[in-house]
Nanobody
Framework: QVQLVESGGGLVQPGGSLRLSCAAS????????MGWYRQAPGKQRELVAR???????DYADAVKGRFTISRDNGKNTVYLQMNSLKPEDTAVYYC???????????????WGQGTQVTVSS
């Protein structure tokens, strides 16, 4: 079984910073794109940032210039550095990874359990 375990959420004042981490574990044949999504109360889940195994990184317009996504392939881990946080960044943040568990099968999307980020004074 594959698991995604997130950490790093919490409460921060406006203008502050947080760093989220997400580690994938289990039998992984190939780890493709990894990313972060968020869901605020009463809203749909939305893409925050996505980093492929190779290629161009995508950011939501709302976080460009403030958030940075990166990955450590040796550790099967993706990070989200969040700077200049705003109250509207408050949401549950979910890690996503597209993982191929075997050469015989295609890739499947996996999700973390979510971590709360609250930006408030």
């Amino acid at each position: 079984q594959v698991q995604l375990v997130e950490s790093g959420g919490g409460l921060v004042q406006p203008g502050g910073s947080l760093r989220l981490s997400c580690a994938a574990s289990g039998y992984i044949f190939r780890l493709n794109a990894m990313g972060w999504y968020r869901q605020a109360p009463g809203k749909q889940r939305e893409l925050v940032a996505r980093i492929p195994s190779g290629g161009v990184i995508d950011y939501a317009d709302a976080v460009k210039g403030r958030f940075t996504i990166s990955r450590d392939n040796g550790k099967n881990t993706v990070y989200l550095q969040m700077n200049s946080l705003k109250p509207e960044d408050t949401a549950v943040y979910y890690c996503n990874a597209r993982i191929q568990r075997s050469a015989l099968y295609g890739a499947t999307d996996y999700w973390g359990q979510g971590t709360q980020v609250t930006v408030s004074s």
